[in-house]
């Protein structure tokens, strides 16, 4: 039976490997999509950052007499004294009657629509605080006391999370579990729909099964090949991620200056693999099994859709969960990736689970092979009209 | 040969059970074409795919080359050549490679296949463009390749569903042509056409359906003389009009 499955499986692959589009969308685009996104928004954010800190602020400083405030300014952010109020980038505004050391609340007038000038308010707000500080110092030692006399504790911060996890691993185990699985779908999706409803609606199937092999290794067969399309997706992901990680400064764009590519345990990287290839066969037969009940490829995209909305929202819900012990969450299919994966990039990973996530997408896909075999075993899956 | 008996089948549509074959009893020799002849839905696609195994009829027997379609699937697949009008082969493979896939998935040993490749090729004047992307066909040469797909296995028997449906004139040819010579080879063809000067110029028998039942079958000439018309368009407007009438 494998015999004859691979006969469907090399010629898919044959022609997928002929099919430049498809090959760019499936292989070429997810190596590129990882380090294109990131180092793309680490230099956008980069710099804004850099122009926020070196433009000079137009503001206005009402109320406040004492010239060591404009100097603490200063300190904080580039700043010329504004001229007219209605020119000013934002406004720092003491009481009327204000003396230095009084007790007061000082307004800071800012628009909060620009990123600029939330950089500046968040200085100014520093400015004010360092000023306090200040005030409060003067204060105390008029009575020969310092502020280190007020304090009687001091917080010594110990991290007790693994290596990976410290260095830009819960950022990585925040955004890939969502990109892989995303791309792992997308890449099922369009080879999935094309060999089971688009080959019905080229008339081809049937000419495919008036042969010599059984429906059965027909239907495996494809399955292979989607899985084969979507697990390479998913690796490419992985691969475009390897290579953002490999640019100079790349480990600072997941939120740690020293992740780097050789960072991952052998074992984290095996732990992250199995869990995909289990989702991939998953995928490639629920994908098979809807392009099997559509008559048409348009008729499949409107079943597979709401299933990809369905990945897209468990990738984006679950982005900001910590990994979880409770055992529920790696029997639910892509669910038990994601947390699979969180706990690998964050090195925690747990060999139960990541065998109870394995196991149970091994047997759901071990389920819908059955039920794709018995659709092309079934007088249905020739029906087009 | 191919021989239908009684051949009976029901689809239920949407909770309704539709019975789209009724008794339906004919026979084709070899070197001959039989033309089965009817409107859209008359069941002439449930009927030939009940001959190349994709359909298993609900009561009758079918057999091909004294095969049983249902007994013995294999064996009949092994001596069909199926080919569909909706049939679109496309792609980035070549013809080539298009007719080494057939040639494996019909279990055809590589010496075989690269014979049989040869041979058609010179025979359906494909030498050109057989290592051609398929996607960058005519519909004439998609139509040859499709052709060519059908029997790479040598079959006995041949069963062509509306093979001439959306193809320009040209395409048309190659078909003709195909089947002229398939008959003169000696193979049992078997053809569903609704366009009625096709039949009449390639079909020797021919067999006239309408709502699931084939109101008559046998040599043009002799079927003429029997309804007093004197063409086949004549002989099925008579047909399927007295049937509607009737009904």
């Known amino acids: ?385 | 040969m191919i021989r239908l008996e009684g051949l009976c089948k029901s689809f239920t549509v949407k909770g309704t059970k539709k019975q789209v074959l009724k008794n339906i009893s004919f026979e084709c020799r070899d070197s001959e074409v039989f033309g089965l002849l009817g409107p859209n839905g008359a069941g002439k696609t449930t009927t030939l795919r009940t001959i190349a195994t994709l359909i298993r009829p609900d009561s009758g027997r079918v057999e091909v080359d004294d095969y049983d379609v249902v007994k013995h699937g294999r064996q009949v697949r092994n001596r069909i050549g199926f080919l569909t009008g909706d049939m679109k082969l496309t792609g980035h493979l070549s013809c080539r490679d298009m007719l080494e896939y057939f040639g494996e998935l019909n279990h055809l040993d590589k010496e075989t296949v690269s014979r049989r490749i040869a041979e058609l090729a010179k025979q359906m004047e494909m030498e050109d463009y057989l290592d051609k992307q398929i996607a960058k066909l005519s519909a004439g040469m998609a139509q040859k390749t499709s052709i060519a797909v059908s029997i790479l296995h040598d079959p006995h028997v041949i069963v062509f569903d509306e093979p001439t449906s959306n193809l320009d004139v040209m395409a048309v040819k190659v078909v003709s042509d195909f089947l002229h010579e398939a008959k003169q080879a000696g193979k049992c063809i078997v053809l569903s056409t609704h366009i009625l000067s096709e039949a009449e110029r390639l079909c020797d028998r021919v067999g006239i359906m309408h709502q699931g039942e084939l109101l008559c079958s046998g040599v043009p000439a002799q079927l003429y003389e029997k309804y007093q018309v004197s063409n086949l368009e004549d002989l099925f407007f008579s047909l399927v009009n007295h049937k509607e009438v009737s009904a």
Do not use: W
């Open chain 1, 1 to 385: 039976m494998m015999r004859d499955a691979m006969i469907i499986f090399r010629k898919e692959i044959r022609g997928l490997l002929k099919d430049r589009r498809t090959l760019f969308s499936s292989l070429i685009l997810p190596i590129l999509i990882v380090p294109i996104i990131f180092l793309g928004m680490g230099s956008v954010l980069g710099g804004l950052q850099k122009d926020a800190e070196e433009s000079v602020y137009s503001i206005s400083i009402k109320g406040i007499e004492d010239p060591r405030f404009a100097t603490t300014v200063t300190q904080f952010l580039q700043y010329s004294a504004a001229e007219d109020d209605s020119m000013a980038d934002m406004m720092v505004i003491f009481p009327p009657g204000y003396r230095s050391g009084a007790k007061a609340s000082v307004q800071l007038v800012y628009d909060s629509s620009s990123q600029k000038n939330q950089y500046a308010a968040s200085q100014l707000t520093m400015a004010v605080n360092a000023f306090d500080q200040q005030l409060t110092a003067d204060k105390l030692a008029s009575v020969g006391l310092t502020t280190d006399d007020l304090n009687s504790l001091s917080i010594v911060m110990v991290d007790t999370a693994p290596q990976e996890a410290r260095s830009g691993g819960s950022m990585l185990a925040m955004l890939m579990p969502y990109f892989l699985i995303i791309f792992l779908f997308a890449g099922s999706m369009s080879s999935g729909l094309d060999v089971t409803a688009g080959e019905k609606e080229r008339g081809s199937l049937a000419a495919i099964l008036v042969n010599q092999v059984s429906r059965t290794s027909i239907a495996m067969g494809k399955i292979l090949h989607v899985m084969v399309v979507s697990i390479s997706s998913a690796l490419a992901t992985f691969l475009g991620l390897v290579i953002a990680l490999s640019f100079p400064n790349g480990g600072a764009m997941f939120g740690g200056a020293e992740i780097s590519a050789g960072l991952f345990s052998i074992s984290s990287l095996l732990a992250i693999l199995l869990g995909l290839v289990s989702a991939a066969l998953f995928t490639a037969t629920v994908v098979s099994l809807l392009g099997c009940l559509a008559k048409t490829v348009k008729e499949a995209n409107t079943y597979v859709m709401p299933l990809y909305l369905v990945v897209v929202f468990v990738g984006v819900s679950t982005m900001y969960m910590d990994p979880s012990s409770n055992i529920i969450l790696f029997f639910i299919p892509y669910v038990n990736i994601i947390f699979t994966m969180k706990e690998a990039f964050l090195g925690i990973g747990s060999a139960s689970h990541l065998l109870i996530a394995t196991i149970s997408n091994l047997v759901y896909a071990a389920i819908g092979v059955r039920v794709v075999s018995a659709l092309f075993n079934s007088e249905r899956i020739l029906q087009t009209v």
